[in-house]
Structures are given as structure tokens and as C-alpha cells.
């Protein structure tokens, strides 16, 4: 038995059952931070999140916040670098390469709509960070790599489909990101404003659908050789 248990109070123990997984365990109270510290910066912003709320929905406290990310901003940079890269990973699963490129096109960009879907985490991150004119993001050497390998993954499709013949040349990958993201973004992130403005329910299965086929079809034709 170890020094440190001959002096625990007696009791039951379970108080310092946390503590202790915690101690054996960093990668999990790293994590469990890392969610909670997520969820918060999502419904509150990078300004309106506490430290206090993060401690106490992750389990951990200050000061282990501290010791793993250093500061309030550590913390948000390591959140917005999480997120980047469960994006990043999951389109790299879809294996487009091994699609046609006008398929692999189509499903690139149905996968990027449909990643907004009934998760408004990662749009509200974006909106927060874009508040503050990304001054956090630019401290991240790492967002920066984990998107070179989606614009040669683009690069890729483009080249195939241009030697194919199905694709025409002279279109920037990093341009075809932005408008790509940026159909998808633009309606989920303004998704209730439009609703009253055009009077239709935009959340509806019916509108998504639509929306979606209609952003491949307007990336995929302006492609088109």
C-alpha cells in the first residue's frame, strides 16, 4: 500500500476517488476538460465562458485547468484546434480519392452541409473567434497544417477531374474551400433570421434537403469542363 493512503481520512473514500483517477489518469482530465471547456465556449463565447463553469462541468478545478492549458486562451485555442481537427479527420475517412472526381466532389460537399446539422458547436466557435477577428487562431502554427491537407486533398479531385475531362482547369483550390464552406456556413449560421425573412422553416427536413442538393449542384456544375 502506498505512503499517501495510510494518511486518507477515514471513510468511504469516494471524495477523493475523482482525485485520484485524475492523478492516474492526465489524458482523461485533459479530455474531460477539453469537453467541458467546449461546451461552454460554445453557449457563451470565448468572453462570456468561466473558468469556474468549465471546473466545475469537467469534475477538475483551476488549477489543473491551468496546468494543462496555461491560461483561459490556451484553453480556447486548444478547443478551436480540437474542433478544426475532428473536421479535418473525418473528411480525410470519406476517401475521395478512391471516388470519381465529380463523385468525390459532390460528396465532399455534402459532407461538409451536412456536418452543420444539429450541432451548432463548431458555428458558434467560428462566430466567437471571428468577434475577436481570429487573434487567437493566429497563435496556432497547427490550424494552419491541419488545412494543407484539405486543399491538396481538393487539389487532388480537381487534377484527376481534369484529366478526365470532366473538370476544367485554372480553379483555386482555396477558392473552391471558402465557397464550399462558405454555402453551408452562411445558411446554418443564419438559419432562424432566414426563416422569418423568406417565411420558411429552413430547420425542416424538406428545406435541408433541398439546400444541400442544391449547393452540390452549384459547386459541381461550376466545375463542369
Do not use: C
Not at 70 to 82: D, N
Not at 129 to 150: D, F, I, T
Amino acid at each position: 500500500m502506498a505512503v499517501g493512503s495510510k494518511l486518507r481520512p477515514a471513510g468511504d473514500g469516494t471524495a477523493d476517488a475523482p482525485r485520484e483517477v485524475r492523478a492516474r489518469d492526465p489524458e482523461r482530465t485533459r479530455a474531460s476538460i477539453l469537453a467541458a471547456a467546449t461546451v461552454e465556449f460554445s453557449a457563451r463565447g470565448f468572453a462570456g465562458a468561466g473558468i469556474d463553469a468549465i471546473a466545475s462541468r469537467s469534475g477538475a478545478n483551476r488549477r489543473m485547468i491551468y496546468h494543462y492549458f496555461g491560461s483561459k486562451r490556451g484553453l480556447w485555442l486548444a478547443v478551436l484546434e480540437a474542433a478544426y481537427e475532428r473536421a479535418r479527420m473525418s473528411e480525410v475517412a470519406l476517401h475521395l480519392d478512391e471516388l470519381a472526381p465529380e463523385a468525390a466532389m459532390r460528396a465532399l460537399v455534402t459532407f461538409t452541409f451536412d456536418s452543420f446539422i444539429g450541432d451548432r458547436t463548431f458555428i458558434n466557435l467560428l462566430n466567437s473567434e471571428n468577434l475577436h477577428q481570429a487573434r487567437h487562431l493566429k497563435e496556432s502554427a497547427r490550424v494552419k497544417g491541419l488545412h494543407s491537407p484539405l486543399i491538396g486533398l481538393l487539389q487532388g479531385i480537381l487534377d484527376r477531374g481534369i484529366a478526365a475531362g470532366v473538370f476544367r482547369a485554372g480553379v483555386d483550390p482555396a477558392q473552391l474551400w471558402i465557397s464550399i464552406a462558405g454555402l453551408s456556413y452562411f445558411y446554418f449560421s443564419n438559419q432562424f433570421t432566414l426563416s422569418v425573412i423568406l417565411d420558411r422553416n429552413l430547420q425542416s427536413k424538406a428545406e435541408l434537403d433541398e439546400r444541400r442538393a442544391h449547393v452540390a449542384d452549384l459547386i459541381v456544375h461550376s466545375l463542369l469542363a
